[in-house]
């Protein structure tokens, strides 16, 4: 596939620069449905700054890059002239606004127009930038979402709680998504509770349709192996989809393979089996290669038809138009003050272990090991383990935000700073949860097999082999009582407190568990 061409001989009449970015990968995407072709060039970018303002796992990298170049050939193919800029291009400048203005001064652009970017930081760059070329910058609604920046706002107005249901219950009315006329299907708004059962490992794992990498993917890896030979992250065996056929694919195979007891196992974790009946098409929704309305309407089909309970249906759809779009909201309300909360005043230094995998807790070296493997590890994985662990031990929620940032496949700056600052580690003090999602090994026990290979004893509290998840939530509780003991919520979780005889010793096991922590002896 040749990925280079020459624009120059088309561009010399062109005045319209549409810079697109990786999480932008869309045909109908706004600056380019209100764009003319035969003035219009269309830049793409790999540059440094992006590549490494956290550090990315290489998946994330091979899976961005080479679905831009992809996206780059089908624009040129369907006749737009596209400037691609790779990451080892001798002239790249690293930056996106300096690849902007270096692009703009090779030809005779007259106007920059722009999707919205999905990052604060990139979308004051963009805001920036008309000034320093001394041109118009026109930034356009992205449309992808359902809800506008200001629609959002508007909904938040005056609410004493921004409570994600109460929002999602708008989203299906607005879209018509499982109702019934003016009501819920099947009479209720939200499945959640049928939607919390472990999973055997004797079940059938339906496995996500993968793709064998071609020629741009295959240089891809080869650049990003040469390029980051020590960052975090596996490509060997990548078969992530880097084009929206194959996207669309993936997500008919998960439609007819998983979709059906995605809803009963959705909560549940067991060992060697990354992705139990989760879609995996996250990656491809947040980079454009999915359009999220329509595969809330191919499951929504799938339940019309029979294929799948409406438990599975509705906790899928809710993902998407309900949480998707939430915690889109939310970043762009509360940016950029909102990255610097820190409620529970935690700062602690982020263990090496969430790099390495190199402790004897099954639980987290589990969800590390997987993934590094695969740039992935389902919402609850993040959530109750490598999140409920940062929470319990303190560890500043600015550097668990650039892990989960890094790691993930799916993970750009809207998605991760709400589900990191707000939902994982309460840092934001309430604006997302309304509690903090702190667990003993009780909870991980429930949902998971890790305790059963553990070197950890789940059911003890203070012994040497006592689960560090243990002392730590009793220990976490009692260090936040006075931010945390008045929350309605909380009540029950002080009283269980109070009424402990043995919360010296576990405060001391907590301490030795900290301190091993920095140690790496734990
Ligand atoms: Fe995790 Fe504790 Fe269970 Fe071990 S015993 S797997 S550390 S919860």
């Known amino acids: 596939m040749r990925i280079r061409a020459t624009v120059s001989s088309v561009v010399q009449s062109m005045t319209v620069l549409v810079p697109i970015f990786a999480d932008q990968l869309s045909r109908r995407l706004s600056s380019l449905m209100n764009a003319k072709k035969e003035v219009t060039l269309v830049l793409m970018m790999e540059v440094e700054d992006e590549a490494s303002n956290v550090w990315h796992h290489r998946r994330k990298l091979v899976f961005l890059f080479s679905a831009m170049r992809h996206f780059a050939q089908e624009l040129r193919e369907a006749g737009w002239a596209v400037e691609y800029v790779r990451l080892n291009d001798k002239a790249n400048t690293v930056s996106f606004s300096g690849e902007i203005k270096r692009l703009a001064g090779m030809h005779d652009v007259e106007r920059v127009q722009v999707t919205e970017p999905g990052d604060w930081r990139v979308d004051q760059a963009m805001r920036g930038i008309g000034e320093e070329l001394g041109i118009p910058v026109r930034i356009m609604t992205d449309d992808r979402f359902l809800t506008t920046k200001a629609e959002f706002r508007e909904w938040a107005q005056g609410r004493k709680q921004l409570r994600m249901e109460y929002f999602y219950r708008e989203k299906r009315r607005q879209t018509g998504l499982l109702m019934d006329g003016d009501n819920p299907q099947g009479g209720e708004w939200n499945y959640d509770s049928e939607n919390r059962k472990p999973a055997k490992g004797d079940l059938f794992m339906p496995q996500p349709l993968g793709f064998e990498p071609d020629a741009v993917t295959s240089d891809v890896i080869e650049m990003v192996l040469e390029r980051f030979p020590d960052r975090f992250g596996e490509v060997s065996d990548f078969r992530m989809a880097v084009t929206s056929t194959d996207a669309g694919k993936a997500a008919g195979h998960f439609m007819s393979c998983a979709l059906e007891s995605f809803g009963d196992y959705q909560d549940a974790m067991l060992e060697g089996e990354a992705f139990l009946y989760h879609s995996i098409l996250a990656p491809y929704m947040n980079a454009g290669l999915l359009d999220p309305l329509e595969l809330c309407r191919m499951a929504e089909t799938a339940y019309r038809e029979k294929r799948a309970p409406l438990n599975a249906v509705e906790g899928f759809i809710r993902q998407i138009i309900g949480w998707r779009e939430y915690v889109r909201g939310i970043y ?191």
Not at 404 to 420: C, G, K, S
Not at 465 to 484: G, H, I, M, S, V
């Open 332 to 522: 762009w309300l509360k940016m950029p003050d909102y990255l610097d909360g820190n409620f529970l005043d935690a700062r602690r230094p982020l263990p090496e272990f969430y790099w390495t995998g190199a402790t004897r807790m099954n639980c987290v070296s589990q969800v590390v090991g997987q993934t590094r493997k695969h740039a992935y590890s389902h919402h609850i994985q993040r959530l109750m383990i490598t999140g409920n662990f940062a929470l319990l031990a303190g560890i500043r929620p600015q550097e668990v935000h650039e892990w989960y940032l890094a790691v993930y496949a799916d993970a750009f700056d809207w998605v991760e700073v709400p589900n990191t600052i707000g939902m994982a580690l309460f840092a934001d003090g309430g604006v997302m949860a309304s509690k903090p999602y702190a667990a003993s090994a009780s909870y991980i026990n429930r949902m998971s097999d890790f305790c059963g290979a553990c070197h950890y004893d789940h059911g003890a509290r203070t012994s040497d082999t006592a689960c560090p998840f243990n002392a730590l939530y009793w220990d976490f509780l009692a260090r936040n009582r006075e931010k945390l003991e008045n929350n309605p919520r909380m009540k029950m979780m002080y009283r269980n407190l109070d009424r402990m005889d043995d919360l010296d010793a576990i405060r001391s096991r907590a301490v030795y568990v900290l301190d091993g922590m920095s140690r790496g002896v734990i």
